[in-house]
């Protein structure tokens, strides 16, 4: 090739590049794995992408607006710039550099919009399809909300995907009696395209405590399938029935006690049912859980774990108040092949019965690069036998990071439904407990993380007598003494977390408001609604776009939409894309799992790192 040409080649690849892009994203079949979002307010608009680990000191950014370079960024700074002199049509192209040669040029793949009430946040709507209300056999009427929500990028063109669980109004938990309503999957790309519609179909109830979505590339081929707990009359994208479409197992109370239970793998691409094999174990005699209404046998989790160190399995588990089951299982030639089982029916496994909470969480508690699995008061190795076990029984609430800068390895915090109460932290790899405040009752919230600014230590309370602890145990705050402090008191503020201003503590995320500890909201979300009752958690929150600050998704009040909210705070610190943490993203994988927790990273987040 003559050099004159391939010179012309050189000057013609950025203009080849950018020929691609669609402003609405719909033509466009590839994005980066940068996230270069712009986010508007009433002073101008942030605009960030992400720090990714593969940066490294060779690598820059150049900032133009309307064809003017505005910022040059070099490998130390924040990926994040605030314009406080933009206006609506301004056009902005990030030029992504290593070693001075370009190797990306991008455009900002979403623009979040003004919000009415304030200068800290901004939004992007994604449509979604209401599902027709359903009648039940005793005439009573279910409508939808959407309820928790997954992103993936299912198909692997570099933006995420979102599949929403549809929840009927009628959904229950398992020990309430009466008829649910169908629960509803779809899958969405940003735009609102439908890309698939799984019907649960009426063998499986509603509620936090049955279907859990299991979203991952389990078999390498970097598309997404997904894992769900099946019956008679479970419907895929394509029309195909799984099992009997005719056979009904709801009693006259609604709750089903009897019929095939299947697991299900699905194509997270379209939809399509590609392998279902029994559920495992078997319910059998509802009564042998310890109720005849199936309020025990019927709590089912699920994780995405990489047992193995490099290659992700499914988790499933039936039970946690009594009898526990655990099973692992590989996606191979897009069926599901069983791994390790664990059973607290076998002699060995007697102590683990009833240590099981509402979540489930992945990670390498013993850091040698397998996950195990935290299940509660119990964790399980990589090999499905048992680790460790405080036997303090069940919990509502758990939070698995790295919250104790001094103590080597990752942290274990939850709360305790079975006396004693209280709270408890403990070491990871070893269970041994680092602090105990025990209660006066069951204790149904906790929350751990770095919160206050500048004093080395993590802060956790517990919802049986709201005293923010340091992680050494110190006493930070006392409501019922103190009475002063705004942002943690009865019904509010133990909840979620998020990183939203521009430091590395985190915020406190409750409902639709966001704070700074003992500060008034900094962030008020209009127009939506949170979801799962007094939970008040969001359909999710992670770090999706932008810089390293989350993101937090709700459904709008008319059920049309989900809206996405980013941060429009400029920040000085720059951190790695927090789902590019094993640890995090499967836990952000997982909030959909029973009771939705907020996700952490597995090493303590501040400045010394930065
Ligand atoms: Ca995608
Ligand atoms: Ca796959
Ligand atoms: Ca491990
Ligand atoms: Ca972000």
New binding site residues.
Partial sequence: MKKSIIILLLILIPFILLSNIDKKGEKKDKFSSRGFIIAKNNNGALLSWKTLTKDNDKTTFKLYKNNKLLKIFDNNEPTNYFDTNYIGKDIFILKIYNDKKVVDIIEPEIVFQKMKNGNNGSYFDIPINMPKPVFMPNGELATYTPNDVVAYDVDNDGMYEFIVKWNPTNSKDNSISGYTGNVYIDCYKFNGKRLWHIDMGKNIRAGAGYTQMLVY?????????VIIKTADGTIDNFGNVIGNNFIDNRNNEGFITKGNEYLSLFD?TNGKVLNTIYYYPKRGDVNDWGDRIGNRADRFLASTAYLDGENPSAILIRGIYTRIVVISYN?VNKKLELNWTFDTNETKNKSAEGNANHQVMPADVDNDGKDEIVLGSLVLDDNGEILHNTTLGHGDALHVGDFDKENEGLEIFMCHEDKDFGISLRDGNTGKILFRDKGPLDTGRCIIDNIIGNNNVTEMVGSHNLVLFNNKGTIVSNWKKDNKDLSIKPGYGINFLVYWDESLERELLDDIQIKRYGEKPLFIGENIKSINGTKSNPSLSADLFGDFREEVIFPTKDNKNLRIYTTTIYSNNKVNSLMENRQYKLQVLLQNIGYNQPPHLDYYLDYSKN
């Fill in positions: 590339d389990y078999d390498n081929d970097k598309k997404a399938e997270g996606v």
